[in-house]
């Protein structure tokens, strides 16, 4: 068959934020808010869909597709096969995606982006050759194996291969080493058996300095090729590895570094960072918990400075020693000065550094860090050395410099479906080569990139942890690799590969934390296991309260286990936090459950979480509610831990924390494990035992709940419940919130007489008391019964009613929320341009408090009034702002509400298409939420919806509703700013 050659389109790339994506490269998928959903048809028509994609400029034959997709068949047989697949691929596709025409076929790239029409148009320019290797995840259409897809396959992987070739000189030429050596590491990835791009490679890394890294290139490509071709490398790629090989680093400085046997990853910083530090300090501390790779850093370290230190570079390893004479003798060992065994070695020590500069890498100090650091200063004042060493404490000696070394940076969860992405991250480097030394068949590929991800993220990216768990590649499958990390000790052991070459210390994660919780003392010890009962980041004063009862002052212990780099440091805005890497968590965990004080922990955990909540139960209800939420989301999982303890350990704690957290819960729209708690609560036969005042609340909290669930019968059950318990006990001001809570429910399913009614009751009642302020919001909550039975200016009155009496009270929420209401009425009273001084002002009012999700509300009642009075291009606009603001703020009521208004004003400018994607996506978020709507706007956008079915036929319809359902909110944002662009006609409904 010959050979078809691709096109290169000059027009612009389409924008990459479009709504919907096709996906080719790698799994063909279609892809929307980062979410992609595999392309459901069948192999031969996927084929047919690249082939088309791939020639995009070009529309081709059908009787050229029939012949090649179908050599085998007759003509009439090939035809119909064609025109089956076209058939499917309109029916799976957005709407217009192909172009076809009685006797040809085309992609529509204008409709529907797509990541190889990009690559291609990319590629015609050397100035984006990095964007277009970047869009390349993979092979063409991964999974579809049809003889008639090689040519495109052939030609896509030529034209990658060169962009990289290119790529890679560029970046040398100009001296950006580490990009060259990514983009040669694509080169090989991509074709491991070409020698040329090894060699390449190789020498790079040994110019670089990491001559390991490039013998281990030599070792993967014989390996592959022993494998695969049963070859050994050609005679260029065997002499250049003897050259490294045999080739000196360490120039004519003595030193006693020992070569390393693998690659240096993903540490290049901090490389630079130390050779810095050693220019202006004498002593440099790397710092850092276990299995972080400080050694390491260390020995390359030492070989850079090869140079620096003509006196010699020297290695010390200190794992063994336990005071100053230790070290002393440890040091006079590696510099071969003969000692007595009743002398001090310092005098020794001392001569032989006296000459030139030299350096000292003291390894595992953490035991000895004061007597190390008494050293350091002795050997200052003598010679003209320079330590470099490693530890998990200070050595608190003067001109110390500091360096915390950090985890490998690891992908973030939402890249974890992206190879190009993931392979950026060192930690997905260092495991992809460490595996590839026992597994040379394993690549990253768009299929396996997110349990690669998945892995690093619950190693916490510690360098000796992804080592470990690298060397099973040749055993476990990468998903084996992800079900054993949940028993760390069968996958940290590296018993089996080389164990006699490294320090039991550092034989598995788990021992070496052992080393690092030996040195702790006892009340250190008990500290750190307590700590483990924390999900997720803590306050000094949480850990005072798990750990009080232990000793008064906590704070010396938990000092000395964050200056070990057991426990990190993170800073929020008000307070640092700390937290136990999910490794380190896991080895103090096991601690805990060994001790007799895991109920202590976990009783002082829920404890204090309660004691929190209930403090900021109170500012749920002000005009601090929202730095609350804010301040309560840093504790959310510790919220969640402790709920599940006292859930089964003590029913009163339980209580209180889902009567103090239930609004928080409700506004964060996480409070799906808290109902479930609460009802088994509810049922449990000591709940009758409580006091009245924590029943109504949890009986008020059940019917929030199920409010928001929009089940108004279970809602109304425990409403009336609560006021039950209010009543026998008194509680005038509970049974005021739980009188509104049931207006409300009665006013959102349709009973405003009963809700008024309720209102009414709340307002006598506020009255009496002299609440002002609790009695303007009643009031605008009966201006909003009167909106409902259209008594319009019964409703405008009692909003100025309101809108005065917040001025007065200095509410401005309140005044926003009078002024969107009078908005409202205006646009039913038809007095549009009040209504739209009313709407900005409650709008500017809303971004002075800086509240996004109100700001999104008031944004679409200003919407709704424009598009009644038929302006819809602003609307669209304003209904564009809203919900960019709901993309990132979730609110799922306030957004199901804009979509429905752009819909509406969408299908009002006479943009079927786009009213129909929309509505598909309010209505597919009301039933995935469980949103209610007033009856009258229920049957309203139900008879809009069918209009707009109607309008486009139902196959049409179909499509666009499957579309709309993929969106993401922001996805429809960006259309309806794009919408609000471009002039439409003006359509009546």
Not at 700 to 715: L, N, R, S
Not at 845 to 867: F, H, I, K, V
Request: hydrophobic share 45%; proline share 4%.
């Amino acid at each position: 068959m010959a050979a078809r050659t691709l096109s290169i389109g000059r027009m612009p790339v389409p924008d990459e934020s479009a709504p919907f994506r096709l996906q080719l490269f790698g799994t063909p998928a279609l892809c929307a808010g980062g979410v992609a959903t595999r392309l459901a048809v069948p192999a031969k028509a996927v084929a047919l869909l690249a082939i088309l994609v791939v020639h995009f400029e070009t529309p081709q034959l059908r009787s050229r597709l029939a012949e090649i997709l179908w050599p085998e068949t007759t003509d009439d047989e090939a035809r119909a096969n064609l025109r089956r697949h076209l058939h499917l691929l309109v029916k799976t596709l957005p709407s217009n995606a192909l172009a076809l025409t009685k006797n040809g076929a085309c992609w529509n790239g204008e409709q529907l982006g797509c990541d190889v029409v990009d690559f291609l148009r990319l590629s015609s320019d050397p100035r984006t050759f990095e964007k277009a290797v970047a869009l390349r995840q993979g092979e063409l259409c991964v999974g579809v194996h049809d003889d008639a897809l090689e040519p495109e396959r052939q030609a896509l992987d030529e034209r990658y291969v060169a962009m990289l070739t290119d790529l890679a000189y560029a970046s040398y030429k100009t001296g950006r080493h580490p990009d060259a050596r990514l983009y040669l590491e694509r080169l090989v990835a991509a074709d491991p058996l070409d020698e040329g791009h090894v060699r390449a490679l190789m020498s790079l890394r040994r110019e670089t300095g990491d001559r390991a890294g490039a013998l281990r290139e030599y070792n993967v490509l014989a390996a592959r090729l022993r494998t695969e071709l049963d070859v050994e490398p050609e005679r260029e790629t065997t002499q250049l590895f003897q050259e490294i090989l045999y080739a000196s680093e360490a120039g004519s400085t003595p030193h006693n570094l020992t070569g390393e046997t693998n690659s240096f990853v993903g540490r290049e910083a901090e490389l630079e960072e130390v050779g810095t530090r050693l220019a202006d300090h004498r002593l440099v501390t790397i710092l850092g918990p276990a299995g972080i790779g400080k050694t390491r850093l260390a020995r390359r370290s030492a070989f850079n400075q090869l140079e620096r230190f003509p006196g010699g570079v020297w290695f010390v390893d200190l794992a063994q020693s336990s005071s100053r004479v230790d070290i002393e003798r440890s040091v006079a060992q590696v510099l071969r000065r003969e000692i007595t065994p009743t002398a001090s070695p310092m005098p020794a020590i001392l001569h032989a550094l006296d000459a030139q500069p030299a350096l000292l890498v003291l390894d595992n100090c953490e035991q000895v860090c004061i007597d190390a650091g008494e050293f350091a200063a002795a050997l200052f004042a003598g010679s003209k050395a320079s330590v470099l060493a490693t530890s998990r404490h200070r050595l608190k000696a003067s001109d110390e410099s500091v360096l915390h070394l950090q985890p490998l940076p690891v992908p973030p969860e939402a890249t974890h479906h992206n190879a190009e992405e993931v392979m950026r991250y060192p930690a997905a480097r260092l495991f992809l080569e460490r595996a590839a030394t026992v597994a040379p068949w394993l690549r990253l590929t768009a299929e396996n990139a997110r349990n690669v991800g998945d892995i690093l993220a619950r190693i916490d990216g510690l360098p000796l942890a992804i080592e470990l768990v690298a060397a099973r590649a040749n055993l476990l499958t990468l998903e084996g690799i992800l079900k054993r990390l949940a028993d760390r000790s069968t996958v940290f052991s590296n018993r089996s590969h080389g164990a006699r070459q490294v320090t039991i210390r550092h034989s598995t994660v788990e021992a070496s934390l052992q080393w690092s919780y030996a040195l702790l003392s006892r009340p250190e010890q008990q500290v750190f296991a307590r700590l483990s009962v924390f999900a997720g980041s803590f306050t000094m004063e949480a850990a005072q309260s798990v750990c009080g009862d232990l000793f008064a002052d906590v704070l010396p212990a938990f000092s000395e286990l964050v200056e070990s780099s057991l426990v990190q440091t993170r800073f929020a805005e008000s307070e640092p936090r700390f937290v136990l890497l999910e490794t380190v968590r896991a080895f103090a965990a096991e601690r805990l459950r060994e001790s007799a004080d895991l109920g202590i922990a976990q009783t002082a955990h829920a404890m204090h979480y309660s004691e929190f909540a209930q403090r900021h139960a109170a500012e749920f209800v002000s005009e601090q509610e929202l730095e609350a939420y804010r301040c309560c989301d840093l504790d959310a999982s510790n919220f969640a831990a402790a709920l599940r303890w006292s859930a089964n350990a003590n029913h009163s704690m339980a209580l209180r924390l889902i009567t103090s957290l239930w609004r928080y819960w409700i506004f964060r729209w996480t409070f799906d494990e808290a109902q479930a708690v609460l009802h088994a609560l509810l049922d449990s036969p000591i709940f009758e035992y409580e006091p009245v005042e924590l029943r109504a609340r949890a009986f008020q909290a059940a019917g929030m709940f199920e409010k928001e669930k929009a089940d108004a019968a279970a809602a109304r059950t425990y409403f009336e419940l609560a006021l039950q318990q209010c009543r026998a006990g008194n509680l005038e001001v509970q049974e005021l919130e739980v009188l509104n809570a049931l207006a409300i429910l009665e006013f959102n399913h349709g009973d405003p007489a009963r809700a008024g009614s309720l209102y009414e009751t709340c307002l006598e009642m506020q009255e009496r008391k002299g609440d002002a302020w609790a009695a303007a919001e009643t009031i605008a909550n009966l201006g909003a019964v009167a909106q409902s039975t259209n008594q319009y200016e019964r409703a405008f009155g009692l909003f100025e009613r309101v809108l005065d009496a917040f001025r007065a009270t200095g509410n401005e929420r309140g005044v926003a929320y009078a002024l969107r209401s009078l908005t409202l009425c205006c646009e039913m009273l038809g007095r549009y341009d009040q209504g739209i001084t009313y709407g900005n002002e409650c709008i500017a009012t809303y971004e002075r408090l800086g509240e996004q999700a109100r700001l999104a509300d008031g944004l679409q009642t200003l919407s709704n009034l424009l598009s009644m009075m038929g302006d819809q291009r602003r609307a669209i606009a304003l209904y564009a702002r809203a919900l960019h603001i709901l993309s990132q703020v979730e609110h799922p009521i306030f957004t199901m509400l804009s979509l429905f208004g752009y819909g509406l004003a969408s299908f009002r400018a006479g943009d079927h298409l786009e009213a129909a994607r929309t509505f598909a996506k309010a209505w597919t978020l009301r039933e995935a939420k469980h949103l209610s709507l007033q009856e009258e706007n229920h049957v309203f956008f139900c008879e809009t919806t069918d209009k707009v079915k109607a309008l486009l036929g139902e196959r049409q319809f179909e499509v666009a509703w499957a579309y709309g359902k993929s969106l993401t909110i922001n996805q429809i944002a960006h259309a309806a700013e794009q919408s609000a662009e471009r002039p439409a006609p003006s359509v009546s409904i």
